[in-house]
Nanobody
Framework: VQLVESGGGLVQAGGSLTLSCAAS????????MGWYRQAPGKQRELVAA????????NYADSVKGRFTISRDNAETTLYLQMNSLKPEDTAVYYC?????????WGQGTQVTVSS
């Protein structure tokens, strides 16, 4: 499985960005897909996840009401719509896919929010 993120960049506080993650390869039996982020000097943390069978979503408290995770029906593309961005949202954002007990990661895309 290969995951390629895109859509990161520099934005002013209050602005919006949409991240995309294109999945390819053997994407059978996907359990969940999600977005994680890692800021300098901090641990990687879950931002949002979407579960394949139920379509239910889960968000970190810090992004609830501002970020929206979604996917296409074929589960080949994952999105993260980020609104009302804050400087504390600055991080490298990673796409994650979990299938058959294995976690797959993208290479990450930088999001920088200026104050």
């Amino acid at each position: 499985v290969q995951l390629v993120e895109s859509g990161g960049g520099l934005v002013q506080a209050g602005g919006s960005l949409t991240l995309s993650c294109a999945a390819s390869g053997s994407t059978f039996s996907i359990n969940a897909m999600g977005w994680y982020r890692q800021a300098p000097g901090k641990q990687r943390e879950l931002v949002a996840a979407i579960f394949s069978h139920s379509g239910s979503t889960n968000y970190a408290d810090s992004v609830k009401g501002r970020f929206t995770i979604s996917r296409d029906n074929a589960e080949t593309t994952l999105y993260l719509q980020m609104n009302s961005l804050k400087p504390e949202d600055t991080a490298v954002y990673y796409c994650n896919l979990r299938a058959q007990g294995t976690n797959y990661w993208g290479q990450g895309t930088q999001v920088t929010v200026s104050s």
